[in-house]
């Protein structure tokens, strides 16, 4: 399986991919973190118990802050949710959208599973924090993405 290093303002998180259940949306993650997409980019939005969400260039903007949240890489991708890792649970990364089969670069590490059972299979889970799960509590709003570093093994 691929990982990633997340790399930001309050330390590393190592990420496992879901390469079998979301092979289109890992292979569009790594692709657009290869590519220094998410360097610089903010988490955005963070809601306590809840998501730290990141991945709108227009963070990276101090003109265009107002509009995070509203960005893309200029494309959309399509939902895969019919694999068996479907599930929104502590430190699970997902792809955010603004409905089926509108995603693109958003995506949100869950804090728990207490309030994310409602976007289990209608949001894309490719990925998990397998080491330094709790920089997802520390995340706060405008910390920053420092860079994403794929690791093929």
């Known amino acids: 399986m691929s990982k990633a290093i997340i790399k930001t303002d309050k330390g ?3 990420v496992q991919f ?22 610089g980019i903010t988490f955005h939005r963070v809601i306590a118990d809840f998501v730290i969400q990141g991945g709108c ?5 101090p003109a265009k802050a107002h509009l995070a949240g509203t960005g893309g890489p200029g494309y959309k991708i399509d939902c895969e949710l019919t694999g068996e890792n479907q ?13 089926r089969n509108t995603g693109g670069s958003q995506f949100f590490v869950c804090h728990s599973r207490t ?6 299979r209608n949001h894309t889970c490719f990925g998990k924090v397998i080491e330094n799960v709790d920089i997802v509590d ?9 860079g994403i570093e794929v690791i093929e093994d």
Do not use: C, W
């Not at 879901?18 to 360097?39: C, I, M, R, W």
């Open 138 to 146: 520390d995340i706060k709003q405008g910390d920053k993405i420092i």
């Open 57 to 61: 260039p227009n963070s990276k903007d």
């Open 87 to 99: 599930f929104h649970d502590r430190g699970v990364l997902s792809m955010a959208h603004a409905g």
């Open 18 to 39: 879901y390469d079998q259940d979301a092979p289109n949306t890992v292979a569009n993650f790594k692709k657009l973190a290869s590519e220094g997409f998410y360097d």
């Open 115 to 120: 309030n994310t059972a409602h976007l289990d």
């Open 12 to 14: 590393n998180m190592t």
